[in-house]
């Protein structure tokens, strides 16, 4: 398995890649702030879970695939983009309907914000390129079993990311519920989660690599 002394040196890098804001964070929090702490939660729990499945692909030797072909890696940045552009637009077409962040969600709403937080988080080739690149470099050939290695060192990555962004997402639903103590504010805070989230799939669909 990885040399601990490895694991360690990947899991700091992780940690300062994670927890400084990008577009994970900037989904949850217009999670939280257009839907409420439960969603916002769901939604990380799906979005990491997604990156998991990334791991596994670059493992399984489809990362280098992606960060080799331009066209792959625009059609998984495009659809992205374009579910999150769906979800911000959602969001700020219902921002009246939103309700207090205790009760953002019923059981059904929170499996179907798990399941979109999956989806984007699984069509994000950004993170794909990123995994492709950074993990082989911790990985100990030596040790042998390198898929092994790699899937190990992303699920550390992805336990890291659930923390962080669970935590942005507490914070952001914090505000939310006090914004909720009036109707107005509840709707100003909901457009604008709506919006945020509406601003990051443009950022998604205008940057990174086209050819």
């Known amino acids: 398995m990885v ?6 040196a990947f ?3 992780a940690l300062v890649i994670i927890v400084i804001p990008g577009p994970s964070v900037l989904f949850v929090v217009g999670r939280a702030l257009a839907h409420g702490r439960r ?18 692909l670059v493992a399984a030797g489809v990362g280098p695939l992606v960060e080799r072909s331009a066209l792959i890696f625009t059609v998984m940045k ?38 979109q937080g999956f989806v984007v988080g ?19 050939r030596s040790r042998g079993d390198v898929t092994a290695q790699m899937l190990l060192l992303g699920t550390v990555f992805a336990l890291i990311a659930t923390i962080s962004d669970s935590v942005w997402s507490l914070v952001a639903s914090g505000a939310r519920a006090w914004f909720g103590r009036s109707p107005r504010r509840m709707e100003l805070v909901g457009g604008t989660g709506g919006l945020a989230m509406i601003g990051l799939g443009i950022t998604v669909a205008v940057t990174g690599r086209t050819s």
């Open 3 to 8: 040399p601990s002394g490895r694991l360690i």
């Open 11 to 13: 899991a700091a890098v």
């Open 39 to 56: 969603v916002a939660l769901a939604s990380v729990l799906g979005n990491e879970a997604g990156s998991l499945v990334l791991v596994g």
């Open 78 to 115: 495009l659809a992205g983009a374009a579910y999150l552009v769906f979800l911000g637009a959602r969001a700020f077409l219902q921002r009246r309907r939103h309700v207090p962040a205790d009760n953002a969600a019923a059981p059904a709403g929170w499996a179907r914000s798990v399941l």
């Open 122 to 140: 699984v069509s994000n080739p950004k993170t794909a390129v990123f995994f492709a690149a950074i993990l082989p470099q911790f990985v100990d």
